[in-house]
């Protein structure tokens, strides 16, 4: 006696599901990383504004694998200064004291670091929906 049980068909869609809740998730860690710059875009301090227009995001997909990465460079005389004003602790220029911050954030030092720790349920969050989206 002998059974034979193809499990082609169920395997492909557990691969379908897998690459569905990987391009849900995917398009959600996008997402996070766009509200992210934004938020961080409108917290940086502001001289001549080459901070805050420096702003980058890189998003990439490969192998089954998600990332994204927010950054700021604003290099003056070969200094980094996008470093050092979010590292530091300073005292606000006029124009950066002036400025009003955004969801409940404040221009000034840290300004990558406060909104992705302050956010960081939320994006968590999405990426999970995203991912649950993306089985149905």
């Known amino acids: 006696m002998s059974f034979t049980f193809d499990a082609?068909?169920?395997?492909?869609?557990?691969?379908?599901?897998?690459?569905?809740?990987?391009?849900?998730?995917?398009?959600?860690?996008?997402?996070?990383?766009?509200d992210l710059a934004r938020v961080a875009q409108n917290i940086a301090p502001i001289d001549k504004?080459?901070?805050?227009?420096?702003?980058?995001?890189?998003?990439?997909?490969?192998?089954?694998?998600?990332?994204?990465?927010?950054?700021?460079?604003?290099?003056?005389?070969?200094?980094?200064?996008?470093?050092?004003?979010?590292?530091?602790?300073?005292?606000?220029?006029?124009?950066?004291?002036?400025a009003g911050g955004i969801d409940g954030y404040e221009v000034g030092n840290k300004y990558l670091e406060r909104p992705l720790r302050g956010n960081a349920d939320k994006y968590v969050r999405w990426i999970a929906d995203g991912a649950r989206g993306g089985l149905t």
């Open 8 to 34: 082609s068909n169920f395997i492909s869609g557990i691969s379908a599901a897998s690459r569905g809740a990987l391009e849900g998730a995917a398009q959600a860690l996008g997402d996070s990383g766009d």
């Open 49 to 98: 504004g080459t901070l805050r227009q420096s702003v980058k995001k890189k998003f990439k997909l490969t192998a089954g694998k998600a990332s994204v990465d927010v950054s700021f460079r604003a290099v003056e005389d070969g200094f980094n200064y996008a470093i050092w004003t979010h590292e530091m602790d300073y005292k606000l220029g006029p124009t950066s004291a002036g």
